[in-house]
Structures are given as C-alpha cells and as structure tokens.
C-alpha cells in the first residue's frame, strides 16, 4: 500500500493505523509525488482535511472541515475509510500508543471517568469492552500510582544473557553459547554502575520504590555471581522503603534449587517463570530448549522452597499455537494458581512472510485466545493490573498483566504508566528521569550490547551524571 502524504506531519500516526489494518502488506510512505500508484491512500490538509483510499477495486474518500486538532481528524477519517473497505473495525480504534490507560487516565483526572469513557467510545472509536478494561485498569493500579511522588524512583539491572534466543524476541540480548566469555567482563562494570548510580540516589536523597532484574535472563547467572549481584544492590541501596523486589527466573531451563536459595538469601519479593505456552510443539517451533514439565518442576521447586510470588508469562499467537493448545496453557497455569499471569499479544516480526489468508485466520486466533483467558483468569479472581500495546500486534490487541489482590506489581504499573524515575544499569538498560511538574521526561541511553557496555563503560558513566542536573532543574 502507499501512504500519500499531502500538506501534513502526521505521517507516523497515519502509517501506524495503515499497518494496524494492513499488517501484511508493507506500507510506503511517500511525501513527493506526481502521480498515483495503485493500491494508495492519500491523506491531505489543505482547505479540508482529506482522506482518499484506491483498493480492492474501489474508491473510498471522506474529508472533514480544518479543525483544532486536525491529526485527530484525519485519524478519524482514515479509520472510517480503512473500515469501510476491509470491513474490520479495530478493537482500540485510531489509538496506536504504548499506553492507552495513560491516555484514560489523563482524561477521567480532568473531566471525570465519564467523560474519558465517552471520549474513548464516541472520539477514539475504542471498543466498549476495550474502553470498560482501561477504566478496570486504572481503577486497579491507583492506590500504586498514589506512592510515587517526586522523590521516588525505581531501579532496574539489565542481564542481557539468555541460554538460546525465541525466534519472537525483539529484547537486546546474548545467547550464552556465543556470548558466555562476555559475562565475566560484564559483570564487574554493572556493580561499578550499580554502586555510582546508589551514590547519586544518597546525594539527591530518592526513595527507592521498587527493583526489578530483567533481561534476557537473570539466572543464566550462576548462584555464585546472583549472590554477588544481589549483595551488591543490597548494600548499596535504602531498601526500607522498597515495596517490589523482583528477579526474573524466565527460562525454566535456567531455574536450580541452588539459583533459588540464593535468591532466598536475599530481599527478593517476587519471581517470574515463564513458560510462555505449555505445548513442546510451540516451545521448540520458537527455539525455546526446555519442556513444558521443566516449568512446572520450576514452579513447584519455588513454591517447595518459600516463593509466595510467582508470575508466569504467556504468548498469544506464537508460532504453530492454535485455540486448543492455548486453551491447554491457560487451563495448566490456572491448575498451577501462580500469583500473577502477564498474557502477551505476539507483536509480528514476520508479517511479510504471512499470506492474507493466514493474516485472518490468526487474528481470529489471538483473539479467540486472548477471549479465553480473560474469562479463565477472571474466575481465578486475577484482576488486570497494567496494560500496554505494541506496533504489529496480531488482532490490534494489546499486553494484559493479571494479578490477584495484593499482588499487582508496582515496577510494572510505574514503567507503563511512567509517574517516576526509573534509573537503569546494564547494557541495553535506558534511564528515564521524569519531571513531576511538567510530565517532561528525558532518557539516558546505556550502550545497547554487551561488548560495546564493556568496552566504553566510562563514557556510560559520564552521561550519567546528567542524573543530578536534571534533578538540579526538575524536581526540586
């Protein structure tokens, strides 16, 4: 399809919602032209804001009056058109953000939740299930939201190592087999960038809210060196005031009783093991190198040795899962009872390689599979907690967290919905200092790969002490 662009800078925005209906095709975004191609889409602004669509053997056009907001107008005018043509409507309508539940919430803290709903409902063309979920939401991650302020902060620790790596993954992160001889050189910087980092908090006296270790995957680590990463952060760190301690245990291949009780030995509060799906035909279409039994042997060795905080995460739409085997990973998990489940929407990395036939088939999939476990969850008494979406997501769904009462996660509630600082060490890791006043935030970005961490740490160090000229300016 090529996206014509006439008169306006909405090209990203427009280019999103294109790709949200037409997620097999590529999108050509095209500013100087003469002439039309075939298929197109011409979005202008000019006495009107215009939207003509040639596809399918049809001509579709809307156009509107120039209003105060005319990338709102468009988005309008191009979902209605799209619409029309394919005959799908998108359940979050012409929202393509990360975090809609940001959105919901701005909105309900200005002119009421009523008046959010409508807006979602009547403006943005989000469903009536989507729109009722957001205000669920919001509703669930408030009483987080109330602790943070302009002294709290979160910390997180990259492990960019993992044993092989999914064929989904889009995280930054090292196979062992190719990077193991890395680690070693890797690890010594990160508490050189944890023990700066906790000195720069003392300086700017932060409160540390929560903490959290992800990756890649932590216990590819050795008990030896989680002991001396752990210990590290422990010492250098106030964890009085600190409500979330979390590791991800994610691989179960990596999980050990020595891993555990090392992790036990420490002020960590919560772990996750994820299976991602229960059927071995997926985990080995998607180069995963364990079992199904490995994870619940993960799972019930932590539950033997004290974890009373457990998340599990899953995948909707991976490859080769169908209805029935996601029905099969849903129904497992529920026998396991784990304290929080984070169901993912596959975000489709290989969208050009799908025909238009399976494009449907496994839309309709995902959402038939996100349907039940919203309804499975839901009489486990989980709530959801957090929410985000990501671009090329199958079915325009989105990424649920699910928890039960008493055990919603606040790192992850703080990371989406972004009301402080999170302060990141490791490779890949980004640092993002946020102004409570102005909602400004500004990123500090770590050097993406293990070697590159390793070999320009001290550059790292110094753009990290924009830390406390930011908070020279902001926050005072």
Partial sequence: MNLYIDNHKFHYEMENLCRAFLFTEEVRVIHEYESFEQPYILTSVHDEVRVELSAEGRVEALSAPLSEDNELTMGQLLYRVLSKVYARELPWGILTGVRPIKLFSRLADKDGAGEARRYFRETLYVSEEKTALAEKVRENQSAILRRSDRRSFSLYVSIPFCPTRCNYCSFVSQTVEKAKKLIDGYLPLLLSEIRYTAELVKELKLRLESVYIGGGTPTTLSAEQLDILLSEIEADFDLTTC????????????????????????????????????????????????????????FRLARELGFDNINMDLIAGLTS????????????????????????????????????????????????????AEKKLTEGSYEPYYLYRQSKMLSNLENIGWAKKGFFSPYNVYIMEETHSILACGAGAVTKLRDTDSDWIERIFNFKYPYEYISRFDELIERKARIISFYGEYNK
């Fill in 243 to 298: 409500a979330e301690f979390t590791v991800e245990a994610g691989r179960p291949d990596t999980v050990t009783r020595e891993k555990l009780l090392t992790l036990k030995k420490h002020p960590v509060t919560r772990i996750s093991i994820n299976p991602q799906t229960f059927s071995d035909s997926v985990l080995e279409a998607i180069g995963r190198r364990h079992t199904s039994q490995q994870t619940i042997d993960a």
């Fill in 321 to 372: 899962d169908t209805p029935e085997s996601f029905e099969n990973t849903i129904n497992t998990v529920h026998r396991l009872d784990p304290e929080s489940v984070t169901v993912h929407t596959l975000a489709v990395k290989r969208s050009a390689r799908l025909s238009s036939a399976d494009a449907v088939r496994e839309q309709a999939y995902t959402a038939q599979m996100l349907d039940y």
